[in-house]
């Protein structure tokens, strides 16, 4: 009989949180979208995009959102339609139960600009993926530039690290990985301001701070030669001083090459 009665229980419980879902629903159904909520989570570091940015990619879309049923929204189609766009890296959208839809967005960070051969201009962020320009910011970054050959279109996401561009984007390859040393290095990411690919597929540095020309040579090897120039920076030049040198040349093994003004 116990048994019979806690069977009971529960079937009046489940009726009811089925009935209850029903009424939820339904009432969701009804809802009307009366807004558009755009949170652009690091807009003070990086202002490549704007709420009126994401407002005009949805209705120059002609996406049907403000009010329709919040039901029929579709949330899905509104993130590849954001995450479309190189500057973003991430992007959320949901709708809620007052009638709102959410969208939220993160912007990829550049770690290095790129002007290539043939004077096109992008960045790349920390996971090798291409940021288009942007007129409205342009970040302080690193800019590599010279016989630089873009294997793909810079207006549409694309990343380096993709496996069709194994052959294609060794030399991108080996500036990310350069950028990405220099960037998390004080001192090289305040003294190195500029590189330059030559025709020979060998670096050449512009420093901030002194008028010399860094020789790097190729990109193998690359944290040793720096290392070799810190060592040179610092019981070298403080003895002769930084205006001495017109070229330091970095490419020979276990020596430091200079050729006075």
């Not at 989570?41 to 209705?59: T, V």
């Not at 039901?71 to 009638?99: H, Q």
């Not at 060998?202 to 020789?215: A, D, K, M, Q, T």
């Not at 990109?219 to 290392?227: H, Q």
Request: with cysteine.
């Amino acid at each position: 009989m116990k048994k019979l009665k806690k069977i009971s229980v529960w079937i009046v419980v489940l009726v009811y949180l089925i009935g209850i879902s029903g009424f939820v629903t339904q009432k969701h159904e009804g809802i009307l979208c009366n807004k558009i909520e755009v949170i652009i989570a690091d807009s003070l570091a990086k202002r490549f995009l704007n709420r009126d940015d994401i407002n005009k990619l949805i209705l120059s879309n002609n996406l049907a959102v403000l009010g329709e049923p919040i039901a029929s929204i579709n949330t899905d189609s509104i993130e590849r339609l954001v995450l479309a766009n190189t500057m973003v890296k991430n992007c959320e959208a949901y709708t809620t139960v007052d009638g709102k839809l959410n969208i939220k967005v993160n912007q990829r960070e550049p770690v290095v600009r790129i002007i290539d051969m043939y004077n096109q201009n992008y960045y790349l962020d920390a996971e090798g993926s291409i940021i288009t320009m942007s007129s409205r910011f342009t970040p302080h970054v690193l800019v590599v530039n010279g016989n630089i050959k873009t294997p793909f279109s810079i207006r549409k996401v694309e990343n380096i690290y993709a496996k069709q561009y194994d052959k294609k984007a060794t030399h991108l390859r080996e500036i990310h990985e350069m950028s990405m040393f220099i960037k998390q290095n004080q001192f090289w990411n305040s003294q190195i301001e500029q590189m330059y690919l030559n025709k020979k597929g060998e670096y050449e540095i512009i420093p901030r701070v002194g008028p010399h020309l860094i020789i790097l040579g190729n990109a193998e090897g690359f944290k040793e030669k720096l290392d070799k120039l810190w060592i040179f920076y610092n019981e070298g030049l403080k003895n002769t001083g930084w205006n001495k040198y017109l070229k330091i040349n970095l490419k020979y093994k276990d020596q430091i090459v200079c050729s006075k003004i």
